[in-house]
């Protein structure tokens, strides 16, 4: 008796050998995409900030910008820090450290999102798809450029996984697992408390009548972890709020507007997804998944976007929408015979999701790269050059004062003052002044200044940055500083951008800073030219700043 092609069994594999291939493919996705990011040799300028304070916690210097300073709280990501700085203490090297704490937590989270669907043999190739999403993702661009965020989405995701998996699945388990979970990501990142409540929140959502069973606990681990954090600030740093909210703290309207194209951009496959599985039975995911996304956009009106550089702490949400979508498919279709048919639309499911993956990586790593063609602009490599001529010159005991707090004092070692404020609680307070300067004595002077209404994202911030400019121009003007290099870019024929380096004249090695900083041909990469002599760009730049003329 013949039977129809939709009515014939498939020949599914055994459950364990699904997994097993599903896992191998997966770890094989994600080390070519670790081995590709590792081309680049240099870490962005944010990233190398907090590799510096890796170095300093690896190599026993202790939890410091500056060896022999006062404890600073200038790093963004501290669990991952602390993760990279143990293996700097194995004698690997901070940059290095921080891509395999960052690639691990990407192939980690990737399989879990890979598990959450996969446990129906049917649902695998669903499952590949979103979590090639996720590998496929902008963590291939924060681990391009050195950034740690991979570890707070991994946090995130597995206290996620943990809310969706029992309670959709009528679990009754007693909540201490999530409990911990979103405890632990309140200790991660400083607006991990923030994702917590989203959880909370999106428990009462899920199932309103079990849902206590994981809010009390839930409430008692994010209280503990805040008061944990409370206390280690307050008795580290002398302060409750981290050096980075205090500075870019503030209402500001524009970083929600750019907050929701992030969210948009990073949960629209999942929600996609999500929103087609959304059957009755699978209905309250869909919407107990918007309330973290959404507290957590629009939490970030309350920061400058300037601390969100990328997206990449809201990364935990694509994540999120990822498992939810991956759970909502289990849910619908737990039960359900496999065949010919069903199989079939899995797999145009995954060709649409797989789809999705493709128009996320493009956007969000390839259109990066495409705007930006010359790849050592993200990687900084003009400064990291700079770097390493000054390295040389670290054990004489030199010191900077700078703007950018992250690759020059990285790369090399110099005492360093980050007169934007990350690092000095001071300065964050109440800006740089001469005072402060004149304390510190700086043997290099180093700025990057910009056009009105480009340094910083938002206009209050952008005028205190051009301030702290005009009073970094005034000082060197006034004390006995030379102009030892001067890069501007002036492709649009007026000078929209400088990085300028001033040396104290009686410092003795003025002439060898000098000749560090000077004559950087990969500042012609950035779009800058050499223009030290130059009385048209040196006026322009007064002009700029609103600083004395020279």
């Given at each position: 008796m013949t039977t129809s092609v939709a009515q014939t069994q498939l020949k599914i594999p055994r459950r364990g050998a699904v997994k097993r291939g599903l896992w191998l493919g997966l770890l094989c996705v994600c080390a070519a995409a670790a081995a590709w990011a590792a081309a680049n040799a240099h870490p962005i300028e944010d990233a190398a900030l907090t590799l510096r304070y890796v170095l300093h916690l690896g190599t026993g210097a202790g939890w410091r910008y500056n060896i022999g300073g006062p404890r600073t709280d200038g790093v963004s990501d501290p669990a991952a820090a602390i993760a990279a700085a143990a293996?700097?203490?194995?004698?690997?090297?901070?940059?290095?450290?921080?891509?395999?704490?960052?690639?691990?937590?990407?192939?980690?989270?990737a399989g879990l999102i890979a598990w959450i669907g996969g446990k129906e043999d049917r649902l695998s190739c669903v499952s590949l798809a979103a979590a090639l999403i996720f590998a496929f993702g902008p963590g291939l661009l924060y681990l391009f450029i050195g950034y740690a965020t991979p570890v707070f989405a991994l946090v995130a995701a597995?206290?996620?996984?943990?809310?969706?998996?029992?309670l959709s699945a009528q679990d009754e388990r007693d909540g201490t697992r999530f409990a911990a979970a979103v405890g632990a990501l309140c200790l991660s990142r400083p607006e991990g408390n923030i994702l917590a409540l989203g959880f909370v929140g999106a428990a009462f959502a899920l199932n309103s009548r079990r849902a206590a069973r994981y809010v009390a606990p839930a409430i008692v681990f994010i209280l503990f972890a805040e008061l944990l954090l409370a206390g280690a600030r307050i008795a580290w740093f002398g302060s409750l709020v981290p050096l980075a909210?205090?500075?870019?703290?503030?209402?500001?309207?524009?970083?929600?507007l750019t907050s929701s194209w992030y969210a948009l951009q990073f949960c629209a496959p999942g929600l996609l997804a999500l929103a087609a599985f959304s059957w009755p039975k699978s209905k309250r995911l869909l919407w107990a998944t918007l309330i973290p996304v959404m507290l957590f956009t629009v939490s970030w009106a309350l920061v400058s976007m300037g601390q969100n550089y990328f997206g990449r702490y809201q990364y935990p949400l694509l994540?999120?929408?990822?498992?939810?979508?991956?759970?909502?498919?289990?849910?619908?279709?737990?039960?359900?015979?496999?065949?010919?048919?069903?199989?079939?639309?899995?797999?145009?499911?995954?060709?649409v999701l797989t789809g999705a993956a493709y128009w996320q990586a493009r956007f969000r790593l390839f259109d990066v790269l495409s705007r930006n063609p010359d790849w050592d602009w993200l990687a900084c490599e003009h400064m990291a050059e700079?770097?390493?001529?000054?390295?040389?010159?670290a054990p004489k005991g030199l010191r900077m004062a700078t703007t950018e707090d992250g690759i020059l004092p990285f790369y090399s070692q110099w005492q360093a003052m980050d007169t934007w404020g990350l690092n000095d609680p001071r300065i964050a307070e109440h800006g740089v002044s001469a005072r402060l300067l004149a304390e510190w004595r700086p043997d290099l002077i180093m700025l990057n200044i910009d056009r009105p209404g480009v340094a910083m994202p938002e206009p209050d911030l952008d005028a205190e940055w051009l301030s702290m400019c005009r009073v970094l121009l005034n000082y060197a003007r006034s004390r006995n500083y030379r102009l030892a290099a001067l890069y501007i870019d002036d492709s649009n024929k007026w000078v929209t951008g400088a990085d300028v380096y001033y040396v104290r004249r009686d410092s003795l090695q003025a002439n060898a800073i000098a000749r560090a900083v000077s004559r950087v041909p990969e500042y012609s990469i950035f779009g800058m030219r050499e223009a030290t002599r130059d009385p048209k760009a040196l006026n322009e730049l007064a002009r700029l700043s609103g600083a004395a003329r020279p």
């Open positions: 293996l700097v203490r194995l004698g690997i090297a901070p940059f290095s450290a921080m891509r395999v704490v960052a690639a691990a937590a990407q192939v980690a989270t597995a206290a996620w996984s943990l809310l969706v998996t029992d909210l205090r500075r870019k703290g503030g209402l500001h309207w524009s970083s929600l994540a999120i929408s990822l498992i939810s979508a991956c759970a909502a498919a289990e849910m619908v279709h737990s039960g359900i015979e496999v065949r010919a048919r069903n199989s079939a639309w899995a797999l145009c499911l995954a060709a700079i770097g390493r001529r000054l390295a040389s010159l």
